[in-house]
């Protein structure tokens, strides 16, 4: 799911021209494939480094099918994606939360699935906090952990959560379920790093690894304990691109039966064959532009970009709905604020304080900071009466949606016209990581990042972008007022009070413009008609949905 920790993690299809890219249609284990065979051939733009969900954040796609949350984004939204949990309450207290979990709900090894499994799994986590080797690189995170009271299992079917203050955390997070056979003797070290959790993975899910090929593809096949009955469909190959080309050219050929990360120009080919069906959704992925707000290590080039006015002129000069008509051809909502549309419950527009094109109005502002071309060569300076000469890095980080190169364009031909000189670095998902990471971690250095995060639509994941010092803050901004308001949105279980405190972060962080929201693109999607019946309308990136549901035609 931005890292979604919830984080999620393609590379620009320029980049990619000359680079190696595994090619799984040419593979055994895609090319034997058939409809006779009824497995569900996928692709995506993913590149998951480990099946280990204590150790990556890369992952999510395919580990989503094996393991399940105690609740999460789904559950919430559709009553029949419900995961660990069957159903939820909290006291009156507001933080004394029960869990029914499924009665007699097994492991795909047979062994039962009980609560005794999702308070091992939480408390593994949350007891490995202030360690050396603490829980904190995967999804399975001490993340929120740390306003915990205590996670007990009552009996076999009853989870009690109690935290020390309000908060929705227990129903928001998103630690995936592990079995406590399975993970008991593994120690911090290992989890954190080494322990690859090799196939055949032990879970609740309907569809279990039987295979792990990193770079190229993952093998899953039917959970014979699912709690729902075992999957119709005998199993799926879920195969890894590092660009959307491959999975247009597999949907075409027959040699895939359904994938995302789509471009707008394959979407709009694919709609045309008549043995395909194209679909496009909502998502909570944001595409941005940040600027490095650092001082000393790993600051940019100019200390203009530490200045909110020099920022705030910038944003005059980014034309959002052009971005979306002729970037993404439409299949995208023009960026605002940090929330996007997919979190209807937090989502403003903030249309009355919301800024404009205008390149005119932003070249006076630069004027009116102190930015102006002083030599007459059209190129402004900076305070110090030094050229901006502006560094943007780019990229796709994996399990986001690809970001088109024309954004970039759009952007480097904008600032140019004020007189700031562009150039644009485009970096593989790895070095892009290598780069924003913290400066005290190495990273650093550049000027603005064009980039994609996704994550949960919770409160707390929709603001974590400008949290201080968190590794989802690739501006490396930093603000006592918004750290305060987050806090208190920790702390905050009622809907209309979380509501209010978003609203405040978000207009705060918006007026200090560290980031320029982009866009929100849609998710493009397609899948064969000629295999599977049953793929439904809305196809969620926060859980399995509908692959339990398909039958053969």
């Known amino acids: 799911m931005d890292d979604w920790p919830f984080r999620r993690r393609a590379v620009v299809k320029a980049m990619l021209l000359g680079s190696a890219v595994p090619c799984v249609l040419s593979s055994r284990a895609f090319a034997a494939l058939s409809c006779d065979g009824h497995i569900v051939r996928m692709g995506a733009n993913v590149s998951p480094d480990t099946l280990n969900p204590f150790a990556s954040y890369s992952n999510w796609w395919p580990l989503v099918y094996t393991y399940d949350f105690l609740v999460c984004v789904d559950a919430q939204r559709h009553a029949d994606r419900r995961g660990f949990a069957k159903e939820w309450s909290v006291a009156d207290d507001n933080v004394t939360w029960t869990f029914k979990i499924w009665p007699g709900m097994k492991w795909s090894d047979g062994q039962p699935a009980t609560a005794k499994d999702a308070a091992f799994t939480y408390n593994y986590v949350r007891k490995s906090i202030g360690t050396p080797n603490e829980l904190n690189a995967g999804w399975n995170s001490t993340e929120g952990m740390q306003n915990v009271e205590s996670i007990t299992a009552l009996d076999d079917d009853t989870l009690q959560i109690v935290t020390k203050s ?14 406590e056979h399975i993970w008991k003797d593994v120690s911090y070290a290992d989890a954190r ?6 196939p055949p993975l032990v879970g609740t899910g309907p569809l279990i690894i039987q295979d792990f090929q990193q770079g190229q593809f993952v093998r899953l096949s039917p959970n014979p304990h699912f709690r729902t009955g075992q999957p119709k469909t005998a199993g799926m190959v879920f195969n890894f691109f590092n660009t959307a080309d491959p999975i247009a050219q597999g949907l075409k050929s ?33 595409d941005y532009l940040a600027f490095n707000t650092a001082s000393g290590d790993g600051a940019g080039s100019t200390e203009a970009l530490q200045d909110p006015a020099f920022r705030d002129a910038i944003s005059y000069a980014i034309d959002q709905k052009a971005i979306v008509e002729r970037a993404y051809q439409g299949h995208a909502d023009a960026g605002a604020g940090l929330v996007m549309p997919a979190a209807a419950d937090y989502y403003s527009d903030l249309s009355n304080i919301r800024r404009h094109f205008d390149l005119e109005e932003a070249a006076r502002r630069l004027d009116s900071a102190g930015y102006r071309d002083v030599d007459g060569d059209g190129i402004r300076e900076d305070k110090e009466g030094n050229n901006l000469q502006l560094e943007l890095i780019t990229g796709t980080s994996s399990g986001t949606l690809e970001i088109p190169i024309a954004v970039v364009q759009l952007i480097a031909g904008w600032l140019g016209q004020i007189g700031i000189p562009v150039s644009v670095t485009q970096l593989d998902s790895g070095a892009l990581s290598a780069r924003t990471k913290a400066p005290a971690k190495g990273g650093g250095g550049w000027d603005l990042l064009v980039a994609a995060g996704w994550r949960s639509p919770s409160a707390h994941d929709l603001l974590v972008l400008g949290k201080s010092a968190d590794s989802s803050n690739t501006s490396y901004w930093s603000n006592e007022k918004f750290d305060q308001l987050l806090s208190e949105v920790e702390i905050t279980v009622d809907l209309k009070k979380s509501q209010e405190l978003v609203d405040r972060a978000v207009r705060l962080i918006y007026a200090e413009a560290p980031y ?13 008609k000629d295999c599977f019946e049953g793929w439904g309308t809305e196809i969620s990136g926060w859980s399995y949905y509908p692959f339990d549901r398909l039958k053969s035609v």
């Open 254 to 286: 027959g040699n895939l039966d359904y994938g995302i990360s789509l471009t707008a120009s394959q979407w709009a080919d694919l709609s045309k064959d008549s043995a395909i069906e194209v679909g496009q959704n909502r998502i909570e992925q944001r």
């Open 193 to 198: 790093s080494t322990f690859r959790n090799d």
């Open 166 to 179: 309000p908060t929705r955390w227990p129903i928001d997070n998103g630690v995936m379920m592990v079995p």
């Open 516 to 528: 320029i929201i982009l866009s929100y693109p849609l998710m493009l999607d397609a899948h064969r």
